[in-house]
């Protein structure tokens, strides 16, 4: 009988300890409480590291790419589109400089970031030793190839390694560009700021064109500090038949034609983030023609992510949404910010939102596939750029605007 009524007694006294928490939990919230605060103080916070430039000199690109993802996130919330979990973004200023990027990754960790994103092309490379060692997946927009491989923990959600962008570019031009040289190899060189996406560009430029040499001739690769003045190498460049410019290429566009040169102008989705200034200074003239190779898609093209970009940006932005969209492709982040997220979403599907974490996330990210209006986005496990295939596109100086050139999505070059 005695242990029968200590058992009997501390059942009693454990079910009344649980009714009285029970009993707290309830109080703290009264029958006016909404809804919405109640689901809120419920769901499992998953916190994005925004590692980006808010004062450098690529701030004018990346404040759209900041508006983008947070304007994704606010709509996965408010849609709740990942049930369960309550997505949050904390940011830092990486001003564009390399040296920033281990302090920052620091400073997010700290406030608790479940995984990295960012923007700016040396991150990659900069954390990688980190990341591996902390778990900690990244999602980058531009990564080098030595911040990827081998395949660890950075992702690249909506592109592909710049160089691999440069021979993709230099082989449809040589066989596709009706003002390609018919009797002789095309003179082809370029200017950049000493930046890893443009050394990259750069320099799978020249690896392109020196191994065919029966297409090209290289006529150099300058990089510079960051400078708004581009003399020396506009005369350096003045009998190419192609150019590749400095992100952004205002300045230099402007200079190359006053010095009357006449080269055909070709770039990257680098190039086409800085339309805005292009339209300040309208410079359409002097740039028209210019080639374009990148991600999908622009913005007067039909297809479901343009779609959500435009009923984002007008719910969101509606007083700036044409300024938005004149500045260039950077609100359309929303495209890789969209395949990041959802690669979260199947993380917590996998394995619920309490049990979300920088593994499952992992897991998640390197088994991805999803198609979009007939493009693919996929990783694999040694595979982390997510686009077998991009978009031929080229800038009409008469309608300011950018259009695609090639109905067909140009598959990705891998060697030169």
């Given amino acids: 009988m005695g242990n029968t009524f200590e058992v009997t007694k501390f059942s009693v006294l454990g079910a009344l300890l649980l009714l009285l928490l029970l009993m707290g939990a309830c109080s703290l919230f009264d029958e006016d409480t909404p809804e919405a605060e109640i689901q809120l103080a419920t769901k499992t916070s998953i916190i994005i590291g925004n590692l980006t430039d808010i004062t450098g000199v690529s701030s004018n690109a990346m404040s759209m790419v900041n508006k983008a993802l947070a304007d994704m996130v606010k709509y996965y919330n408010e849609e709740n589109l990942i049930p369960g979990v ?116 750069l320099r799978g430029a020249e690896q392109y064109a020196k191994t065919h040499p029966d297409q090209y001739d290289w006529e150099g690769g300058y990089l ?59 410079l359409w003239n002097e740039i028209d023609g ?44 929303v495209v890789p910010v969209y395949i990041m997220l959802e690669i979260i979403s199947n993380a917590v599907d996998a394995v619920g939102p309490e049990g979300f974490n920088s593994e499952a996330l992992y897991e998640a990210a390197k088994s991805f596939s999803l198609t979009l209006d007939g493009f693919n986005f996929s990783f694999s496990e040694t595979n982390r750029t997510s686009v077998d295939h991009l978009g031929m596109y080229e800038i009409r100086g008469s309608e300011k605007d950018v259009f695609r050139v090639d109905s067909n999505w140009v598959p990705i070059v891998k060697a030169p």
């Fill in 224 to 282: 510079t500090n960051f400078t708004f003045t581009w003399g020396p190498e506009v005369e350096d460049l003045k009998n190419c038949d192609y150019v590749l410019p400095p992100v952004p290429m205002n300045s230099f566009a402007k200079e190359y034609r006053m010095a009357g040169y006449e080269a055909k102008f070709i770039g990257t989705a680098g190039h086409v983030a800085f339309m805005g200034l292009i339209d300040y200074a309208d």
């Fill in 86 to 201: 309550e997505l949050e973004v904390v940011t830092y200023d990486g001003q564009f400089d390399p040296s920033r990027d281990i302090p920052g990754y620091q400073w997010l960790k700290r406030r608790d970031a479940d995984l990295i994103f960012t923007p700016m092309p040396s991150t990659t490379e900069t954390l990688k030793r980190r990341v591996e060692d902390d778990k900690m997946v990244l999602f980058a927009l531009a990564p080098s190839k030595e911040g990827l491989l081998p395949p660890g923990y950075a992702f690249c959600p909506g592109n592909t390694y710049a160089q691999d962008i440069s021979y993709t570019l230099l082989k449809w031009i040589a066989e596709n560009d009706p003002d390609f040289p018919k009797d002789r190899p095309a003179k082809i060189g370029g200017a950049f700021w000493a930046e890893a996406y443009g050394e990259d560009i």
């Fill in 290 to 333: 210019t080639l374009i190779i990148q991600t999908p898609w622009w913005w007067n093209e039909e297809s479901t992510m343009s779609d959500l970009a435009m009923k984002l940006l007008y719910d969101n932005h509606a007083d700036e949404a044409e300024v938005v969209i004149r500045s260039g492709n950077g609100y359309l982040s």
